[in-house]
């Protein structure tokens, strides 16, 4: 040590020893201070380096002893929280680093220790630290599963399986604490220093004057509190009155959308400004401004409003529509001539009306976005989705009473868009719920706005007539899409197939934009599902074909991403597939689907195979392409089981069929558990019992005819369980329609079979028409390769733009209308325009 620092340690403590024996009694105690002193002086060299003097020992050994006691006193939550702060801080460690293994094993130690100290967290409040932990866990987690989507090197699999897992116990996890989360959510700078001055307080005893002083402060504090005067930037008090009302109200608006504009401080300045607001027009500006500032708050990692904000929204926007119910003279709009910057309240005059600048559908079309944004997000088998589901019906309220208001001002537009809302929300839902969803809403809005309903078909009708007179073009096919969806869920097939059909759609469909195919998919499917209802298979395999055949039902219904399509996808196209797709609750069973679609195409296919047996011309025509491949991959199978799943069940009913076992495919079709989800399930089950057995009849008449010369109806009726008419109804129709070779004896009762050989020259000739078809094929193969593509640069020169034309028209004539293989009439017709072309 050095000779200064050794001067200043012998001034400051012949300073101290001065100061210390003038406030001793007898020179003896100061002899025996300084003593013990010196012989100390060699022990607490820290104590001297920081200067501190024998004065201040006493008082430093004296709090040290007293945090000693306070240690002792709280040693049981201290060490339980400073297990748990432990296990906090490695969890974050282990964030940093990526390392998800050790971060799941700290949240789980940091989990056991918050059970060890259940009593003291049931008196004192779970510790804000963990709160702040795990909600920025949970946001850390997902922003890791994004990267790991779209990065190009994976993490390992243990690290995978580790992240995988700690999504699902995070998310269990904190639904235990979606109120303190909130919280933290709201202020997160504030949250962590509040917790630091709660537990700092009762670390340091006090005297006992000091703790009343302290009561008196705060008591004080609470009166200053409860008439506080805001404070604003330049330190004067911020007062809000009558007459700064729209002062306060254009700071409030021009402050909006800048960078460092605090959100909170403004829905609270405007909160503020609807308590001081007494006359309508106030209290209409303030609340237009109070909804729009309920959406600028930033969407986190959810990916959706947050349901709080949600709430208030949904409440204000009530207000604001309850008083421009109870002030007809005071109008909305959105072109509404920007109005002058004046601090006085407009008011009607002449009886003519007081226009405001603002869009209240827009307000609708965006709560009702993110109400379906929530649903898409929430885990639909929690109770979260159903408690969330529960807000539809004030949602919905919202909706009627502002399609009323629409009505009332005459706003044709508006009007369209929130009867499309409203029937968006009804079209899919049975009778029932349709009334108790009018009933509810009846009762919550005043009877001049909304009356009970009891007749859902005549509500629907009402809705979509109205967009077919008023709505734009896309408005009107879509409201024509969920009316042939309501008449195809409420079984009425017949007129839902004849408005698809007088409509077009069909044909203009591939126009629209996704959502409005999505729609149009989902109005197909439970058309195709009526026609099954019904017993009208063949209809019903002609609906469900487009769909089921092709492999990506998930993606067409926007109820899903198939596996498979996750490596041929860009992170950007998933990201825009999920936003589509629909809430869970409007999703139509794709088992159930599946099981319709196989079971029909079962039904026809079976005997179509065992015509073509007898005939080489209908070897090719194939109904159903996926159930032909699911039977042949099943006919390879060296063992087969029983059956486990619904496709088993179906291809075992098929074989059962073909052999002519039609009691035992009955048998498999009634075991299938699926059919419980439709209604009147004895019905449907009772229809396919009898279609099986008339298809049965009709593939055991194909597969046995060569070996028969005569069959009598008696004995086909007996083996197929059928009364007498229908098998005669049924061989009539075969023969009408000459899929059989035979007539009928009505004298004997008996099909009399006609073996017709083919010639030779008719087999020659049925040899040249398929190698004229190949040929025919290849030649449009051939001809596709040499039409002009888009993709070329165009001409230059006084013909060009007829010579592109030609080649357009080419290219569709011989593409077809979707883009397919036209057949020899579209081929003879394009090879002879483009040589018509090349002599121009």
């Known amino acids: 040590m050095s000779r200064f620092f050794r001067a200043g340690e012998s001034d400051s403590d012949e300073t101290e020893s001065d100061y210390s024996e003038e406030l001793s009694n007898s020179e003896s105690e100061d002899h025996s201070d300084s003593d013990s002193d010196d012989s100390s002086s ?48 490695s969890m974050a460690n282990g964030q940093k680093i990526n390392d998800w293994v050790s971060a799941q094993n700290e949240f789980d ?80 700078e504030n949250y962590a220093v509040e917790e630091e001055i709660i537990e700092e307080k009762p670390k340091v005893k006090k005297p006992k004057k000091v703790v009343v002083s302290d009561s008196e402060d705060d008591s004080e504090a609470e009166a200053a509190d409860d008439g506080f005067t805001p404070v604003g930037a330049g330190g004067k008090s911020v007062e809000f009155n009558q007459e700064n009302i729209y002062k306060k109200l254009k700071e409030v608006a021009d402050a909006r ?187 919550l809005l005043p009877p001049s706005v909304a009356k009970p309903s009891q007749d859902s078909s005549a509500l629907i009708h009402e809705l979509c007539v109205y967009l077919y007179k008023n709505a734009t073009s896309l408005l009107r096919t879509r409201a024509m899409l969920c009316h042939i969806y309501h008449h195809a869920l409420h079984n009425r097939f017949f007129v839902a197939r004849d408005m698809l059909l007088m409509s077009h759609l069909q044909e203009t469909i591939h126009q629209a934009d996704v959502t409005t195919q999505i729609l149009h998919n989902r109005a197909m499917v439970q058309l195709g599902l009526c026609a099954f209802r019904e017993g009208m298979i063949k209809e019903a395999q002609t609906c469900l074909q487009d769909i089921s055949g092709t492999g990506r039902v998930k993606e067409l219904l926007a109820q899903g991403l198939s596996l498979q399509r996750y490596g041929a996808a860009t992170p950007e196209q998933e990201k825009l597939e999920r936003q589509r797709q629909l809430p869970f609750h409007m999703h139509i069973n794709l088992e159930l689907l599946e099981c319709a679609y196989l079971t029909c195409s079962m039904l026809l296919e079976i005997p179509a195979m065992a015509q073509a047996g007898n005939s080489p011309e209908n070897k090719k025509k194939v109904i159903s392409k996926p159930f032909r491949r699911m039977l042949d991959y099943n006919s390879r199978q060296v063992f087969t089981g029983p059956p486990e799943n619904t496709r088993d069940h179906i291809m075992g009913a098929a074989k059962a069929l073909s052999n002519g076992e039609w009691q035992k495919s009955m048998e498999l079709i009634n075991a299938i558990k699926i059919w419980e989800l439709m209604p009147e399930t004895q019905k449907i089950k009772e229809m396919l019992g009898r279609k099986i057995q008339e298809e049965g009849l009709r593939t055991y008449l194909f597969a046995n005819a060569s070996y028969y010369s005569s069959v009598g109806l008696d004995q086909l009726a007996k083996m197929f369980d059928l009364p007498l008419n ?115």
């Open 726 to 840: 229908s098998a005669i109804s049924i061989v009539s129709k075969m023969v009408w329609s000459e899929e059989l070779a035979a007539s009928i004896d009505q004298v004997s009762n008996v099909v009399v079979l006609h073996h017709v050989e083919l010639s030779k020259v008719q087999a020659l000739a049925l040899a040249f028409a398929d190698k004229a078809a190949g040929f025919v094929e290849g030649n449009e193969k051939l001809l596709e390769l040499k039409t002009p593509q888009q993709t070329e640069r165009p001409k230059k020169g006084p013909n060009a733009n007829k010579e592109q034309a030609t080649g357009k028209q080419q290219q569709q004539r011989t593409m077809g209308p979707r883009g397919g293989r036209g057949g020899r009439n579209q081929f003879n017709n394009g090879l002879g325009n483009s040589v018509r072309g090349g002599r121009k």
């Open 257 to 443: 959308g800048k960078k460092n504009t605090n959100r909170e401080d403004q829905v609270r300045i405007l909160e503020k400004l609807l308590v001081v607001a007494n006359s309508p027009y106030q209290k209409i500006r303030v609340l237009l401004a109070l909804v729009s500032a309920q959406f600028d708050f930033a969407i986190g990692a959810s990916g959706y409003m947050s349901i709080p904000l949600w709430k208030h929204a949904d409440k204000y926007l009530n207000n604001l529509l309850t008083i421009l119910e109870a002030n007809p003279e005071y109008i909305i709009k959105e072109n509404v001539p920007e109005e002058e910057e004046t601090e006085k309240d407009r008011v009607s005059q002449n009886g003519e009306p007081v226009l405001i600048q603002g869009s209240i559908v827009a307000f609708i079309d965006r709560l009702d976005d993110e109400f379906t944004k929530s649903l898409q997000n929430i885990d639909p088998h929690t109770t979260d989705y159903v408690d969330r589901l529960k807000d539809e019906v004030g949602l919905y309220s919202v909706i009627v009473r502002s399609q009323a208001y629409f009505t009332r001002i005459e706003l044709t537009d508006s009007i369209s868009r929130t009867t499309t809302r409203r029937l968006e929300h009804l079209y899919f839902k049975p009778d029932v719920v349709i009334v108790a969803v009018e009933n509810a809403t009846a009762a």
């Open 42 to 89: 060699d022990d607490d060299e820290a104590t001297k380096k920081t200067g501190r003097g024998r004065l201040f020992e006493g008082s430093f050994s004296d709090s040290e002893s007293e945090d000693d006691t306070v240690r002792v006193v709280r040693s049981a939550k201290d060490k339980r929280f400073e297990e748990i702060e432990q296990a906090v801080n």
């Open 109 to 188: 130690r940091a989990n056991k220790g918050l059970q060890k100290a259940a009593g003291i967290i049931s008196q004192t409040g779970v510790p804000k630290f963990y709160i702040k932990a795990v909600a920025d866990l949970e946001k850390a987690i997902q922003a890791a599963l994004e990267k790991e989507k779209s990065a190009s090197k994976k993490m390992n699999a243990s690290n995978a399986k580790a992240l995988n897992s700690m999504k699902q116990k995070v998310k269990k996890n904190n639904r235990l604490y979606e109120k303190e989360i909130q919280e933290y959510e709201k202020d997160p």
